[in-house]
């Protein structure tokens, strides 16, 4: 998986001083300490991430290094001065020709890549956490040659042109260069009887099938690492990662906000206008709501505690409703009668009984008059 820059890591410009990386670390260990956030996979990546970041660009020599080249000059094998993954590389090229010293070792393993898997849950199973089983196909160590790529009975012998280096050294008139080695593409071993299994390359497609828990309080873009279930690494090597990419559906209902539930509750202009009590739903059961006499169309309503608890914090949010006074459809003669007799019965003082229309009218008055 590409790293981040380290600058974004620690969100600072490429300018910042010492001090500004210092504040900018401490703010994001103390977001991010796994004290913090138990059991939270994403959140550790992330401390860590802060971590080797920080390490990179506190250190001026390997700050000037990675600035110059990136991630490769201060990776894992850079000695003193953090590019030393560069200096090999020139060291390799121009040894002969500055200190005729010459480049060697094979090309090395590479670890297994990473995988994502998106999963999408309904807002109850996010909330509550549930058990989700996963099918997918990837590369895995093959069983018949326990990832050596020769067959049983044999095993990869150095190759013979680069006496196992991976590397050849190649005259061009004055000047002598390293290059990789053709025969063996850089491993610095053959496999003359390759496993007919996996064809020498030491690894098979496979479909897996896996049961992930998926904790309590997941929301969406929430990832759940599950380590080394990625693909396989080459021989020696560590597998990659499979990471977890939570989708959440939109609710019939509610709209979610971190540990907090939104929704809007119909009334009849009746209650609004008169007060009642009204059943409103929750994830887990139903509460009832007094609405108070003279209730408006966007007022907002909070329920403490009724929302939900997320894997970072354990106290449930709150749930927010705002009222919309609905308006009655398809009146029948008698209906409409009646409701124009109450209009005939409040018109004539809209000040005390619609104070927000009356201000309001009052207002275009005046634009219109100015």
């Known amino acids: 998986m590409d790293k981040r820059d380290y600058y974004e890591v620690l969100g600072v410009s490429r300018d910042a001083s010492d001090a500004d990386l210092k504040k900018s670390k401490r703010r994001l260990e103390m977001?991010?300490?796994?004290?913090?956030?138990?059991?939270?996979?994403?959140?550790?990546?992330?401390?860590?991430?802060?971590?080797?970041?920080?390490?990179?660009?506190?250190?001026?020599?390997?700050?000037?290094?990675?600035?110059?080249?990136?991630?490769?000059?201060?990776?894992?094998?850079?000695?003193?001065?953090?590019?030393?993954?560069?200096?090999?590389?020139?060291?390799d090229v121009f040894g002969d020709i500055f200190s005729g010293r010459g480049g060697g070792g094979g090309r090395g393993g590479r670890r297994g890549r990473d995988l994502r898997y998106p999963i999408t849950l309904s807002l109850e199973d996010a909330v509550?956490?549930?058990q989700e089983t996963i099918h997918f196909s990837t590369e895995v160590q093959c069983e018949k040659c326990t990832g050596?790529?020769?067959?049983?009975?044999?095993?990869?012998?150095?190759?013979?042109a680069c006496g196992g280096q991976g590397q050849v050294r190649v005259a061009q008139g004055f000047f002598s260069i390293h290059q990789t080695c053709p025969r063996c593409r850089g491993e610095g071993s053959t496999i003359s009887d390759p496993c007919r299994e996996c064809r020498g390359s030491g690894r098979t497609r496979k479909s897996k099938k896996l049961s992930v828990k998926i904790p309590a309080g997941v929301d969406n873009g929430d990832r759940i690492r599950m380590s080394g279930e990625g693909e396989a690494g080459e021989p020696g090597m560590p597998n990659g990662d499979l990471y977890i990419e939570i989708q959440v559906r939109d609710h019939a209902i509610f709209k979610r906000?971190?540990?907090?539930?939104?929704?809007?509750?119909?009334?009849?202009?009746?209650?609004?206008?008169?007060?009642?009590?009204?059943?409103?739903?929750t994830l887990d059961s139903k509460?009832?709501?007094?609405?108070?006499?003279?209730?408006?169309?966007?007022?907002?309503?909070?329920?403490?505690?009724?929302?939900?608890?997320?894997?970072?914090?354990?106290?449930?949010g709150d749930l927010i409703c705002k009222v919309v006074v609905e308006t009655p459809v398809k009146l029948n003669k008698q209906q409409k009668d009646l409701l124009r007799q109450f209009d005939e019965a409040v018109s004539g003082s809209a000040k005390t009984h619609e104070p927000k229309s009356k201000s309001w009218l009052d207002s275009v008055r005046g634009f219109f008059d100015a």
Do not use: W
């Not at 004290?35 to 802060?50: C, G, H, L, M, S």
């Not at 608890?309 to 449930?316: I, L």
């Open 257 to 281: 906000d971190g540990g907090h539930l939104y929704c809007e509750l119909p009334i009849s202009f009746t209650m609004a206008a008169l007060g009642g009590e009204i059943q409103v739903p």
């Open 148 to 160: 050596s790529g020769a067959a049983p009975g044999s095993r990869p012998t150095p190759c013979n």
């Open 31 to 91: 977001k991010y300490h796994p004290d913090r956030n138990p059991d939270d996979a994403e959140a550790e990546e992330k401390f860590k991430e802060v971590q080797e970041a920080y390490k990179v660009l506190s250190d001026p020599q390997k700050r000037e290094a990675y600035n110059r080249f990136g991630h490769e000059a201060v990776g894992p094998g850079a000695g003193a001065g953090g590019a030393a993954g560069f200096r090999d590389i020139f060291e």
């Open 128 to 130: 509550h956490g549930c």
């Open 287 to 316: 509460v009832n709501l007094k609405i108070p006499p003279e209730t408006q169309t966007d007022r907002l309503f909070r329920m403490r505690g009724k929302g939900v608890a997320t894997v970072r914090n354990s106290n449930p």
